[in-house]
């Protein structure tokens, strides 16, 4: 029997909603992870689209799963200070960075929408310098994209104008 004290903690709580999110991720895969591309009946892709977030997801529940049984068995967790009106915004910020990203990741590709993700995110972290947040949010994406696509056959959604360009200055 779970004590009311453990059922009511933010902790539990939070634990068991994520628990039931991935799990509900994980029965609607299909309906979250889009078809890859195909060229000519073929995949582009040696791998699953639906591979790294069933795994994620599936590592996701088992942490949860792992928590809840150690605050049903009595762990405490300790909390920390109560988030204050800053750590309030900072959240939100992030929230509405990420939810943009994820939004404008079709309509403009991977490396537009992770450029400016980028951007915002590093300038919320607290960085000041232009030259780093430029070369970091250029730099950075460039080479996710190409790893991901060149080396692990993975397809991103990206504008056929940088597709193109990527494909001229690698000769493929």
Known sequence: MISREVKKSPAFMFAVTVLVLACLALVFMGSLV????????RSLTAISPDSFPTVILILMALLC???VGMQVRGFQIESG????K?????????????????LLM???????????????LSV??????????AVLS?????????????LLAVSLPELNVIELAYGSLLGG
């Not at 250029?138 to 060149?150: D, E, K």
């Open 81 to 84: 200070p109560a988030l204050g």
């Open 124 to 133: 919320q972290m607290g960085n000041r310098n232009w030259a780093q947040i």
């Open 65 to 67: 799963v792992l928590q």
């Open 106 to 120: 079709v309509p403009l590709g991977f490396q537009v929408s992770s450029t400016v993700a980028t951007a915002l």
């Open 34 to 41: 889009a078809a890859p591309k195909l060229l000519f009946g």
């Open 138 to 150: 250029i730099c950075g994406p460039s080479l996710l994209y190409l790893g991901a696509t060149r």
């Open 86 to 102: 800053n750590g309030w915004y900072r959240g939100t910020y992030f929230f509405a960075i990420l939810t943009g990203y994820a």
